[in-house]
């Protein structure tokens, strides 16, 4: 177990100063001979997802804000989580949610002010929480006055050359090549030329509002940098790098035969907009610039690859510290699926001498309530992936509402959907909306706490979501947010948990079982029928009832030996 958790050895509580001491950020020599010698704090935290549109709203607009979560953070300590991961919060038209950003050195309107920001990461800092927050590098948005010049300057100019943009004969129809964008339609649209007719196209992988940066000008890798720099020196703890396998394109820009997007096993290695091999030579030099700062700031990226071993090239000890697992997000429910994801991942990732992320939801994919059959059996299992999960070696990525155990909002309007996939996809795909509906804090009716009494929020919220509202789960020692607060705590006590290595044990059908020494094993059962446990000392926390010496089908277990 990492003594990083320890309240004394928690950089943010001492080490790490906060905002405004901003010289004092930059590492020197012997600081990073020091730091290179202790245990790094990612290697087992738990980070928790604020989406901050959805987390709590502080200024009764509807819409989450930066004021809001800092006056939840008391929760999140509570919680018993290591850290917070804030999605976007930048400048923004907000076409994708923030994930669109007009200026990467200031808050968005909406979102609050740096000042807020500087507030909230001070205030987090005190509780012992770390911060890291999201960089898109992929594209900006097409209002970022660099976008904006590129349309006013001329085909060919240097300004153009930050994206990418492709000439093509007016009476042309066709785009450069047949890239599709991951959120439907083309990954190209094209500008009028001076004389009025079809002029360059540009790309965006996603959606028109989003064009590619082109990470083979040098102005755009310096820029980042600097962005990078600003907010390493306000004292962020790091970043979650957006599609960080997408920077570089192939050379040429062939047509590709592979899916686009949503990377399947096959093609994704071949593909000639993902994964390039230029991307790690930007991650090195990124690397060095955390280095350079104070307190052990790191990034994690969120590279969809073609499987585990092209996950940990990310993540060789000169790269990024962290790349998410979402392999482990979509495995279906099943102990040999489970077991494979589990083996490859650790292979891999020790491989490079990092540890691995364990995620089950995010903003971006269905909750895992759902996912795993919806209503009490999707509850019974999500909380026993929780378990197996926070047993796993490694680190591991909450998405926020899961510890309340909520499920995907599957019957939004058509009316209030707001996802560009909905859209794009000509109307055919609802999109991502689901699981990013607002918290519910407390009371009986929508917004739940999450606004002013009144306020629309920002997506409507279920009518029986009251039950499910912080408020009504915190006393109760049955509710899934108590048994969340448990689980972690005896995470964050226990010698076995967290970094390290486990050793499979002998297990029935459709069930794991795996020991974490010193003296701790973990039972999953993906069956239906109940399973005898192993000897055991004491039980430490079951996700439900045991059955005397039986666990129940779709049920997990932390034994102590
Ligand atoms: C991944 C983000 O998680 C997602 O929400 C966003 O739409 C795309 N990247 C594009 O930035």
């Known amino acids: ?54 987390f709590a709203d502080g200024n009764g607009d509807g819409v989450g804000d930066l004021p809001g979560i800092r006056s939840r953070l008391p929760y999140l300590r509570d919680l018993g989580v290591d850290a917070l991961w804030l999605t976007p919060f930048y400048t923004s038209p907000m076409v994708d949610h923030g994930y669109d950003v007009a200026d990467y050195r200031d808050v968005d309107p909406l979102f609050g002010t740096l000042e807020d920001f500087d507030a909230l990461l001070t205030e987090a800092h005190r509780l012992g929480l770390r911060v890291i927050i999201d960089v898109v590098p992929n594209h900006t948005s097409s209002r970022h006055p660099w976008f904006q010049d590129a349309l006013a300057a001329a085909a060919g100019s240097s300004a153009r050359e930050r994206y990418v943009f492709r000439a093509a004969a007016p009476d042309d129809p066709a785009p450069p090549n047949n890239w599709t964008s991951a959120f439907g339609g083309p990954a190209w649209s094209r500008l009028e030329g001076p004389d009025g007719r079809p002029g360059d196209w540009y790309l965006h992988l996603f959606a028109p509002e989003q064009p590619d940066l082109n990470w083979r000008n040098t102005e755009v890798r310096r820029e980042f940098e600097e962005i990078l720099r600003f907010w390493l020196d306000r004292g962020a703890d790091g970043f979650r790098v957006d599609v960080a396998m997408g920077l570089f394109k192939a050379q040429g820009l062939p047509d590709t035969t592979h899916p686009v997007h949503h990377p ?13 091999p230029e991307v790690h030579d930007i991650y090195r030099r990124w690397r060095q610039i955390l280095d350079s700062f104070r307190g052990q700031r790191m990034a994690v990226a969120e590279a969809w690859t073609a499987g585990p071993e092209d996950l940990a090239r990310y993540v060789r000890s000169d790269e990024l510290h962290q790349a998410f697992n979402f392999s482990w997000l979509k495995a279906p429910w ?166 390290g290595t486990l050793r499979w044990l002998e297990a029935p059908k459709d069930t794991l079982v795996f020991a974490r020494d010193p003296g701790l094993v973990c039972v999953l059962n993906c069956g239906e029928n109940p399973v005898r446990l192993p000897d055991h000392r004491r039980v430490l926390l079951a996700s439900s009832p045991l059955d005397g010496d039986r666990l129940s089908g779709n049920g997990a277990v932390w034994l102590a030996m």
């Open 1 to 54: 177990m990492s003594d990083a958790r320890e309240p004394s050895a928690n950089p943010p509580r001492g080490e790490n100063p906060a905002s405004g001491r901003r010289s004092e950020q930059r590492n020197t020599a012997s600081d990073a001979r020091e730091q290179s010698a202790g245990t790094k704090w990612w290697r087992d935290a738990v980070v928790y997802e604020t989406y901050v549109r959805s």
């Open 264 to 276: 399947s096993q096959e093609g994704f290695r071949e593909s000639p907009i993902w994964g390039q």
């Open 334 to 499: 099943s102990a040999a699926a489970f077991r494979e994801v589990i083996d490859d991942s650790l292979a891999a990732t020790s491989l490079v001498g990092a540890t691995t992320t364990w995620v089950l939801s995010s903003h971006d994919a269905p909750r895992h309530v759902t996912r795993y059959g919806g209503g009490s059996l999707g509850l019974r299992r999500a909380r026993a992936a929780l378990l197996t999960t926070l047993a796993l070696p490694g680190s591991a990525y909450l998405y926020q509402g899961e510890e309340l155990g909520l499920p995907e909002v599957t019957d939004l309007p058509e009316e209030a959907l707001q996802d560009p996939i909905w859209r794009r996809s000509g109307y055919t795909q609802r999109g991502r909306d689901g699981c990013r509906v607002p918290i519910p804090w407390s009371g009986a009716r929508p917004p739940y706490g999450f606004s002013l009494d009144g306020t629309r929020p920002w997506l409507p919220m279920p009518e029986d979501w009251g039950e499910l509202s912080v408020a009504a789960q915190d006393r109760d020692p049955d509710s899934t947010l108590s048994f969340y607060r448990r689980a972690l705590r005896i995470r964050r006590e226990h010698p076995a948990l967290g970094d």
